[in-house]
């Protein structure tokens, strides 16, 4: 089991480019079944920022290919 607050805390890193996006701070679902759509990343430093002009990442759960103790390895093309 884990919590949103476990899965926030860890570093989203891009299979492709090994980017770091960033981290979670949302989360899309289904109502209907409860079972959890995307994952919501801020693009660029939005704490720092906050007339940041880059999109989130907006990361469907498919998408998602480890989530280990430290990162949340994903594999999307942008």
Known sequence: ????SDLKAKDVI?????????RINDL??????????KVIVPGGNKFCNFFNTEPDYCIPYKDIKQIGPDIIIVDICY
């Open 28 to 37: 899309e679902f289904d109502e209907c079944c409860g079972q959890i759509c």
């Open 1 to 4: 089991m884990m919590r949103f």
């Open 14 to 22: 891009n299979l492709r480019d090994c980017k770091k996006l960033g």
